[in-house]
């Protein structure tokens, strides 16, 4: 049957001689997995550009719900980014954000909440000029909302790190800041220390860990200490 949805690519990996299989996070299905076949191909005049990492797309499918992998019969790109594919940092943090959301998602069903949230967060960092170094972590905190354990102030975030014997050494500006990235708008270009970044994106991936098995190894985290450094 086939269906409209928009959707947020994550990845692909190769398949046969010039098709791809793409994890695609969607707004009507959830997480689903969908051939693409040419995609590589000489004459795909291009297909592969509409499959990169955090893509934003308008799509025609198929959907049958007892398939693994599914099939798209039209897609275009409905937001063309302007800067997460030509910014160092950006694609960094693009690396790392789409690293952590295909594994949390994996198994992830229809929520509409959390993708509209994902879908405007990246059109958010796509445009963002002032706290790009920042976006990761507020990302996350905020994410955890639409996944069921956002904490509800920073003494909480602690609070719950602290009851399985983490503690994170915070003076009161640095309390501040996780309470600002909580609460405020994404995208709020609030200045901290690089050390400071480091050790509460740290917690933030144990906090993480605390609520989902997802977040074993997060590998890109050697990438995005190389674009922050």
Do not use: W
């Amino acid at each position: 049957m086939i269906h409209h949805s928009r959707g947020i690519v994550l990845n692909y990996i190769k398949f046969r001689e010039s098709s791809i299989i793409v994890r695609i996070f969607t707004e009507a299905f959830g997480m689903q997995s969908y051939i693409v076949n040419g995609a590589r191909s000489a004459r795909s005049r291009g297909k592969i550009a509409l499959y990169q990492p955090l893509t934003l797309l308008d799509m025609v499918v198929y959907h049958k719900p007892a398939k693994d992998i599914q099939r798209i019969s039209e897609a275009r790109c409905s937001f063309p980014f302007t800067s997460i594919p030509f910014h160092p940092v950006k694609t960094g943090i693009s690396i790392f954000i789409t690293e952590v959301l295909t594994k949390l998602l994996r198994e992830e069903a229809e929520n509409k909440d959390l993708f509209s949230f994902m879908f405007n967060a990246i059109q958010v960092f796509d445009h963002l000029k002032e706290g790009v170094n920042n976006f990761h972590l507020q990302f996350l905190l905020k994410a955890s909302a639409y996944l069921g354990f956002k904490p509800d102030s920073a003494n909480d975030f602690l609070l719950q790190l602290s009851d399985y014997g983490l503690h994170l050494t915070t003076e009161d500006k640095e309390r501040k800041i996780i309470d600002e990235f909580l609460s405020q708008p994404l995208g709020d270009p609030l200045r901290i220390s690089s050390t400071f970044r480091r050790e509460l994106l740290s917690h933030i991936l144990r906090f993480y860990q605390l609520h989902t098995d997802a977040l074993r190894e997060v590998k890109s985290l050697e990438v995005l200490k190389e674009v922050l450094s």
